[in-house]
């Protein structure tokens, strides 16, 4: 039985660690090739150095928070995999506390994290995914 993923190609933003990594491991090993994103270059690094035993994989390093970083990232993405039809948001954060002591820079870096990241991520991915006629969004989120 061939592959499930064989010739998809996914941009996976936090994919050095945790779920996002998960995911980009179950990609390879059904065939895709995959691109990931996080801050943490020494985490993509060594992300990427297990998965291309498995198969092909990438990284950028960025923001997911800052519109020219995920710009770039989904540049380099498009070139390194030949084009994009896959976008995973595995990148976030939460904040545990009392709503009477969180302050508002606080929460806007939580909304950033969560939010802002996702829907720059879908806006710099979808004119691929239009081009191509089709493709998936995941969007992935804990408490």
Excluded: W
């Excluded at 390093?61 to 020219?68: I, K, N, Q």
């Excluded at 896959?86 to 990148?91: E, F, G, H, L, P």
């Amino acid at each position: 039985m061939p592959p499930r993923l064989e010739g998809k190609r996914a941009l996976i933003y936090g994919g050095g660690t945790g779920l996002g990594y998960s995911c980009a491991e179950c990609f390879v090993r059904e065939g895709a090739v995959v691109y990931l994103s996080g801050r943490r270059e020494d985490r993509l690094q060594q992300a990427v150095a297990k998965l291309t035993k498995l198969g092909r994989a990438g990284y950028t390093a960025g923001d997911a928070t800052v519109e020219a970083d995920v710009q770039r990232i989904t540049a380099g993405a498009a070139a390194f995999m030949g084009e994009l039809d896959t976008r995973v948001n595995s990148a976030g954060t939460s904040g545990v506390g009392s709503i009477l002591e969180e302050t508002l820079a606080g929460f806007k870096q939580v909304a950033d994290a969560n939010l802002l990241s996702t829907f720059l991520s879908c806006r710099h991915a979808a004119p691929h995914m239009v081009g191509n006629g089709s493709g998936s969004i995941i969007a992935i989120s804990s408490m």
